[in-house]
């Protein structure tokens, strides 16, 4: 590792302490969602969730919001990038995706989405523990960044206050697309 990236390391650290194990209600806990690396049998179950989440907020059957099958593939077999789940014995309950960019160091958590009957209950920050520990032990990034809604509050308090980001600068994400 480079002698800078050990000190921008520290920039995207967050207390760990208590994030897994702590207490959650009694009837939850022997079916609490653990988490584990995305695989390719996760897949149909993300993008059932995705597409479900952007159908009801795009008004469309398959919607442009979320990523298609082979993006959840690729993600998947990268070997790089970070695809994790959080899954009981009824299946998916939330997802997080991480994209790492090698050329400019930089981790991107693209989504992070949790099962409406599991918000509240850690599974959000296990999800993010586990992706901030996989992004520091691998040595290919030296910050982490969070996109989120301009209108998500949930999201940006959780990310800032939960997590330890920081806000940074507001810009306007603009898309040109060039593949059908």
């Not at 390391?9 to 939850?28: N, P």
């Not at 690729?74 to 899954?87: E, F, M, Q, T």
Request: proline share 2%.
């Amino acid at each position: 590792m480079r002698d800078d990236t050990k000190n921008n390391k520290e920039l995207f650290k967050t207390d760990l302490t208590g994030v897994r194990g702590s207490k959650i209600h009694t009837e939850k806990k022997q079916n609490f969602p653990q988490v584990s690396e995305m695989t390719k049998e996760d897949i149909d179950a993300v993008l059932a969730i995705g597409y479900a989440y952007f159908s009801a907020t795009e008004n469309q059957e398959k919607p442009s919001g979320f990523w298609p099958r082979e993006t959840l593939e690729r993600w998947v077999a990268s070997g790089v990038d970070i695809a994790l789940v959080a899954k009981n014995e009824n299946g998916v309950q939330g997802f997080i995706l991480t994209t790492i960019h090698l050329t400019n160091r930089k981790a991107e958590c693209e989504n992070i989405w949790i099962n409406p009957e599991w918000r509240g209950t850690e599974v959000a920050k296990n999800l993010m523990a586990e992706m901030i520990d996989r992004v520091h032990k691998g040595g290919s990034a030296d910050c982490i960044v969070f996109l989120a809604e301009e209108d998500n509050e949930v999201a940006q308090n959780f990310v800032q206050k939960k997590s330890g980001f920081e806000r940074g600068k507001s810009y306007v994400w603009m898309v040109k697309r060039i593949a059908s």
